[in-house]
């Protein structure tokens, strides 16, 4: 990342890139299986996603296994604008975008409702959400106090806001500022936790990825690597009080990153390099300007060059298009210009051998005490019982992963699974020839004496074109229950939905996507993020606005399991604030259970379709009589089982059917 740091600094000042048919075992009215002929163990073939037509608004789509319940296009003051991060509160789905966010109401998902644009430019906009706060995140140089849209130009300046906006959203059609938090290297991505033994506060956990700002702009940011105040290596804490959240401030710098060296990684693709190399020679013949950074050669964006030729013109007090006598005296200038820039931020240039200096992401799981960070090179556990004082307990590299970029825990807390952002989100990644160990996710294990095993990889098995930027993005959990299901963003890869119940074999099983926005080359589209929230899949198009699916029956997931998942209800959801899945007991929790022994052979068939005949009795009996059947269902599965396939699933099966029965569950009797 360091060279792609300078780059930025000596080349594109003020210059972002783009980025960064099995058998069915669905219900019938009797609640035995009933199979449907369109329910494919397996993945069409030829796969749907691959040639399809390009376009922004019309291009080609293929959908497996889900439904597109709505597509809304941007609000006119977002439209050509980056879309980012999703957050959820109530019927309300929050936006964020480079140039604000925007709140649509999905009371009714097939006609989402737009009830706040709030045009605000930064970057990236992050967003959280708890109670009536908006957490708003802004890192570059041009994001303004007062939300201007004019920028700011001075480099030292107090109408800059680098750090956390609080917003209070009682009215959610009239949001307030009522507070920000500045921070040394401004806040890229940011993380709400909810302490279960503290009521009146909520805790922020700020990733910031930028510069370090001058101690002339922000007392106390100090640049220097070395200096044991540094605001390298380590991440801010803020506290906010419920009750005043103008309140808010930084309580604790904690340096997760002491000890660690840097990681190995792994070179360029060949294709790649290939690339770089005709690219560099076109440059040359064209007269364009190339400069070397840590040994390696780069072509100077077209407008940088630009610029620097004006100055030029200025310095001779000149006017008009520049000579070729100013050309000359740029190239001949431009090697010191490089070795300057790079020296006056060598203080802040860690050395080489150093490990990370920055998380991109921290997902944080209070219910389990624990906190996966993605920090540039490496995968983090944390301990954060003390939420001021989270404590890195665990470390992981991998030399097929380039960026870690997001974690997610599965629901027990027993796995956890990193991203990787290789090409950082405005490169297509996804081709053919792409290995499928880079820019793919990694998963692992976690033992009970809280070390991380890996397991396997899962990457988008679909190739994508050499247009579509497309690499492993933001996805979340679906709360199927007893299994272990997410939907995942692959940017211009579209939406994956895969299975990684067993670690060490995921298994795609639903899937939409879109052709690229544009054939011809890289222009930045696709999802940021894909999250389940309250029975839908709800999807960030960066390009093309908000979208919406939902699960459709098949041979992975039976209707059971869809209707139990949607039995799982939220107040609000932030991704990386991850909140624990509770079913309450139901019949179609107790279908789902049997749909999954009867998948995994995992409890005798005549017995599945006993209870399954027990279940659809119970319904349409009295709640006495309810009772009487669901108390013979629970006594014929405890008796089965020892001798079943799936004994831990069978127990679950027999609990959901205590619950149902009204009788004390087994930890209750204890």
Known sequence: MVSSQLRLLSLAAGLLSAMACARSTSSSSDGSPSPRGDMSAEAPKPDPRVGLRPGRMDAAEA????????????????????????AFSGNHVIQGSYNGWQVWDISNPRQPSLKTAYVCPASQSDVSVYRNLLFVSGENLSARLDCGTQGVEDTVSSERLRGIRIFDISDITKPRNVGNVQTCRGSHTHTVLVDPKDTENVYVYISGSSHVRPESELPGCVRGPKDPNSALFRIEVIKVPLANPSQAAVVNSPRIFQNLVAPPRHGEAPEDIEAKKKELAEARAAGLYTVTIEGEEQVVPPQASAAMLDSVVAARAGTGAPTAAD??????ALPAMVEAMVKAHAEEMPDSTAGPTQCHDITVYPAIGLAGGACEGYGFLLDIKDPVRP????????????YWHSATFNNSGTKILFSDEWGGGSQAKCRATDKPEWGADAIFTISKDRKMDFQGYYKLPAPQTAAENCVAHNGSLIPIPGRDIMAQAWYQGGISVFDWTNPKKPKEIAFFDRGPVDSTRIESGGYWSTYWYNGYIVGSEMARGLDIFELA???????NEIAAAKTVKFDYLNTQGQQKFVWPASVSLARAYLDQLERSNGLEAGKIAEVR???ATAEKG?????????????SQLEAETARAGDTAKVKMLASTVRELAGEPSLASRR
Do not use: M
């Open 63 to 86: 959908i497996w296994n889900l439904r597109l319940v709505s597509k809304t296009p941007p609000s006119p003051q977002f439209v050509d604008q980056t879309n980012s991060d999703l």
């Open 327 to 332: 050309s000359a005296t740029l190239r001949q």
């Open 391 to 402: 404590n890195r307990i665990g470390a992981v590299s991998d030399s097929n992963f380039s």
């Open 553 to 559: 029956p098949s041979a992975f997931i039976s209707e």
């Open 613 to 615: 005949a027990a279940l």
């Open 622 to 634: 009295s709640a006495s009589e309810r009772a009487v059947v669901l108390s013979q269902v629970v």
